[in-house]
């Protein structure tokens, strides 16, 4: 074997487990492992997972926040009017160096996986270009999968369909779409069939924005699931963001959630980024930025979390780590029950993984020789601490290492040092 983790937790709650890995696959998930290796690593009850998958980011706009100014009102048209202006201006090489510089981010915080959507409105496709050659670039360390999205509205845009189209030739993997932002609630269900029907042609998943408002009248994932079933899409189709859910009827909302069940669709939430962005125009109370999870997870339809936005017009937090978005989810969602809490882990790492269809994902034996290491006992300690990625493993090679965390006390007859982890309490 070449690398050998020993004695780590598995996030369905083994302990003491040890992770064979040869030719860059998981060869044995076993305890007391009979073999060695070159490398082994002592994990000493620390959490062993999957790498974290973001289902939903935008690289071409990441890093560009106060370019050309910052997003003071915080509401989701400042950030497309920024855009707007910021886009023509930015070329090809700003494109690739923000987007390389963003994925060493993810690669130290163990995300190895992003799903992301690419501005497909702009005349030239420079951020297709730019972002298709970095997926090329980076496909040994980190998989990205890219979304055709017509920012400026398929429809409402004049070069709309015409640069989907392009774009899609290019090589992009799935389609996009932005129903809600359409001229009207009559054109956003036409774009929605336009785009699934094109979906459909070419054998593509989708993942449209999808309500992304405050407006509980906004409803096209109602069009969106009953178009995944007319065209035979179940499985291929995510709608994401879906804040208006928040705001709607609760009636209405439960014969929605049924419709999504039963057109398998996938749902992607982005806690960190909707609530900033959603409930900027309430006086009190102000709704939450976030569509319906608990509900949602109840009725068995996989919900997924992603970034949405690092350090760009819409939004200027956010650090590539996906435990600060499950972090945020659990409070935005009151998910604070033990098992929610561990489907919020399972939103950014299994979930996701299926949504992107990621071949070998997981760790048993046969699959990807990939795993983090986590300064933390189990699940819930992870979202609890968002800790340290003590190591980043991809097809059993370390790609990234981070020291322990620990805190230095200076106090009388304390220990001279803290450890927030049960592991290190035990
Ligand atoms: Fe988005």
């Not at 070449?2 to 040869?22: A, H, Q, S």
């Not at 090589?171 to 054109?187: L, W």
């Not at 960190?272 to 006086?283: E, F, S």
Request: include cysteine; glycine fraction near 8%.
């Amino acid at each position: 074997m070449d690398l050998i983790l020993r004695g780590g937790n598995l996030p369905d709650g083994r302990k003491n487990v040890d992770i064979g890995i040869e030719a860059g696959r998981i060869t044995a998930v076993e305890a007391n492992l009979q073999a060695s290796a070159p490398q082994e690593i002592d994990c000493a009850s620390r959490l062993m997972t999957p790498p974290f998958v973001d289902a939903h980011f935008h690289m071409d706009s990441t890093l560009t926040a106060g370019r050309p100014r910052h997003n003071d009102s915080g509401t989701l048209l400042e950030g497309i009017a920024l855009w707007e202006e910021l886009k023509p201006t930015l070329t090809f090489d700003d494109y690739v160096a923000r987007a390389l510089r963003y994925c060493d981010w993810a690669v130290g915080r163990g995300l190895l996986a992003i799903r992301s959507h690419v501005d497909t409105t702009d005349p030239n496709l420079t951020g297709v270009k730019a972002l298709l050659e970095v997926r090329e670039r980076i496909k040994d360390y980190l998989d990205l999968q890219l979304v055709a999205f017509p920012q400026d509205g398929y429809l409402r845009s004049p070069i709309g369909k015409s640069n989907m189209t392009e774009a899609l030739d290019m090589g992009v993997d799935v389609v996009g779409g932005i129903p809600h932002f359409e001229r009207t609630q009559g054109d956003g269900a036409e774009s929605v069939r336009a785009l699934c029907e094109i979906a459909a042609e070419r054998g593509l998943p989708v993942d449209m924005h999808c309500d992304e408002t405050d407006d509980p009248t906004s409803r096209h994932v109602e069009t969106l699931a009953a178009e995944t079933i007319r065209l035979g899409l179940r499985g291929r189709v995510a709608g994401s963001h879906l804040t208006s859910m928040h705001s709607m009827d609760n009636y209405y909302a439960g014969k929605l959630i049924d419709l999504m069940a039963e057109a398998d669709l996938h749902v992607v939430a982005n806690p960190t980024a909707n609530m900033l962005l959603m409930g900027r125009h309430d006086t009190y109370p102000k709704r939450r930025g976030m569509t319906r999870v608990p509900e949602l997870m109840a009725a068995g339809i996989d919900v997924s979390l992603g970034q949405d936005s690092v350090m760009d017009p819409w939004g200027p937090l956010n650090a590539a780590d996906m435990l600060d978005v499950a972090h945020m989810a659990v409070h935005a969602g009151h998910l604070s029950g033990r098992e929610q809490i561990l489907a919020c882990f399972k939103s950014v790492t299994e979930y996701p993984a299926r949504l992107l269809s990621l071949e070998g994902y997981g760790l048993k034996p046969g699959c990807n020789g990939d795993a983090v290491v986590l300064q933390a006992a189990d699940p819930v300690e992870a979202i609890r601490l968002r800790p340290s990625r003590l190591y980043v493993i991809r097809r059993g090679k370390v790609v990234a290492r981070s020291e322990p965390t620990e805190v230095l006390l200076d106090l009388p007859d304390r220990p001279n040092s803290i450890d927030y982890t049960r592991a290190g309490g035990e």
